[in-house]
């Protein structure tokens, strides 16, 4: 009977630890699989968050960063976003790349210098303003101001580029550092070209070794370049000066004529422009536009919105993209909607909040806190709204992959389609009663941006210490809960 007995208590005692050891075991495998599903949220967030940046150009005078799109087949146009810093008197050297670029000015001021129709085109940009270069095209960019560094968001359509990566500049002047796209050429060959004597072109072709971005006319740029006095040239002679460049014009002698390239020729077939017709005129290049100078499209007490389209900007209408700018005051939102017609880019210039996008098959995609700098990305079709956090107004600046009008979709609001929709359509797909329908959608007096307090993120300190307060539970075992603080 006594062996019995032990051997019961030995067959309960196994049992106990068999289950223990199997409750740990699917308790580890939770915590694994709950685990693989954080990060799996997580990278998905992040996929609509453009982080990765890519330091392309980096001198003393400034530098340029840009973020790739990687969003595979939902990205019905791929976009880069482009961020330039210039210090004061410095000179973007001139180039032509192979995509388009929308400038949009930060801060400070610039003067743009493009070749257009033969012309040298110059523009005087400030904050605000927005301005395109089409792929190919000759320019420059320069800070001129004395005390104010020059900050420039663009974006970048890789649409007719060779695809060697996020762009690729073909710089025209440089030297050791950039290389000009000249030095590829056997210096005969460049010697014929300029009239001009293999040591006159070793000394313009090896002097520059300051990188892409220089300061002009400035005791911190040691050793003069080419382009160090290019400001202070007449407008006529910068047009020479670049057109020199550009165009390598031919000598006049006849004979020399006949055994020289067309360096005209060879170089616009390479930028893909076309020769003009003898005595044919140049026109006005296009101006820049100002988006703050425009009077808001929609405003309410919560914020305000306005866009760009190819009705306003006519050079939008070769890019095939558009721009906008959003206000949201501390606490609002932006109501959930959706863009049929574009997929959309945003910066944050100010404040901080929280993005929220949803799949198609209403799961959430990402919900997301940014702050100033922070670039996101919204697929078209895919359902989404921004709110601003309680500690201040959230202003974000961005592009989209339509110059056409832009017309969300806004799935709920006064102006919603759930408004225009039929209720007793709606209440059948919801389950629900039509007079419940109607009560819940007609709910709210406001449009497009809303008041959210209970939605709108906290300030951070305020969230952290929130956090310290709420206890947590740090360990279970039965149905005995032992409770402590973080």
């Known amino acids: 009977m006594g062996n019995r007995a032990?051997?019961?208590?030995?067959?309960?005692?196994?049992?106990?630890?068999?289950t223990m050891a199997v409750g740990l075991y699917r308790e580890e495998k939770e915590d694994e699989r709950g685990e693989r599903d954080v990060e799996e949220r997580d990278k998905r967030e992040e996929w609509f968050l453009l982080q990765n940046s890519k330091r392309v150009v980096k001198t003393d005078a400034g530098d340029m960063r840009v973020l790739k799109n990687?969003?595979?087949?939902?990205?019905?146009?791929?976009?880069?976003?482009?961020?330039?810093?210039?210090?004061?008197?410095?000179?973007?050297?001139?180039q032509y790349i192979d995509s388009s670029l929308i400038l949009f000015i930060r801060t400070g001021e610039a003067r743009v210098g493009l070749i257009y129709k033969d012309e040298l085109a110059e523009r005087r940009l400030k904050m605000g303003d927005i301005y395109r270069i089409p792929a190919g095209s000759a320019f420059y960019l320069m800070n001129a101001e004395e005390g104010q560094r020059l900050h420039i968001i663009c974006s970048i359509d890789p649409s007719e580029s060779l695809g060697l990566g996020a762009f690729q500049s073909f710089f025209i002047g440089g030297g050791t550092y950039p290389t000009s796209i000249l030095a590829g050429f056997e210096l005969e060959t460049l010697s014929t070209a300029f009239n001009v004597t293999a040591d006159e072109v070793t000394e313009m072709m090896t002097r520059q070794q300051e990188g892409p971005i220089v300061f002009i006319g400035d005791s911190r740029a040691p050793r003069a370049s080419l382009w160090t006095k290019f400001p202070q040239l007449k407008e006529q002679d910068r047009l020479q000066h670049l057109k020199r460049m550009v165009e390598?014009?031919?000598?006049?002698?006849?004979?020399?004529?006949?055994?020289?390239?067309?360096?005209?020729?060879?170089?616009?077939?390479?930028?893909?422009?076309?020769?003009?017709?003898?005595?044919?005129?140049?026109?006005?290049?296009?101006?820049?536009?100002?988006?703050?100078?425009?009077?808001?499209?929609?405003?309410?007490?919560?914020?305000?919105?306005?866009?760009?389209?190819?009705s306003d900007y006519p050079p939008l209408q070769h890019s095939g993209i558009g721009v906008y700018l959003v206000n949201l005051t501390a606490g609002s939102m932006m109501a959930p909607h959706v863009n049929p017609t574009a997929t959309e880019y945003g910066i944050v210039l100010r404040g901080s909040g929280r993005i929220q996008i949803v799949f198609p098959n209403g799961t959430q995609a990402m919900n997301a806190r940014v702050k100033e700098g922070d670039v996101f990305w919204v697929p078209r079709y895919f359902p989404f709204c921004q709110i601003a956090a309680r500690s201040g107004p959230l202003e974000f600046f961005g592009f989209t992959t339509s110059a056409a009008k832009n017309r969300p979709q806004f799935l709920v609001g006064a102006n919603s389609i759930l408004q225009t929709l039929g209720s007793p359509e709606l209440a059948a797909a919801f389950g629900v009663s039509e007079d419940r329908i109607k009560r819940v959608i007609k709910a709210q007096r406001e449009a497009v941006i809303l008041p959210s307090a209970t939605a709108a993120p906290p300030d951070e300190e305020e969230r952290v210490a929130k956090f310290e307060r709420v206890p947590k539970v740090i360990k279970s075992f039965g149905n005995e809960m032992i409770m402590g603080f973080d």
């Open 248 to 310: 390598f014009q031919q000598p006049p002698n006849q004979e020399k004529e006949q055994m020289t390239w067309s360096w005209r020729k060879l170089l616009h077939s390479i930028i893909g422009q076309e020769n003009k017709k003898k005595g044919e005129k140049a026109g006005k290049s296009p101006d820049s536009c100002n988006i703050y100078d425009r009077r808001p499209d929609f405003r309410n007490n919560y914020g305000w919105s306005m866009a760009l389209d190819e």
């Open 70 to 94: 990687y969003g595979g087949r939902i990205t019905d146009r791929p976009m880069h976003i482009g961020f330039i810093t210039m210090e004061p008197r410095t000179l973007f050297v001139p």
């Open 6 to 18: 032990a051997h019961l208590l030995l067959l309960l005692v196994l049992c106990y630890e068999i």
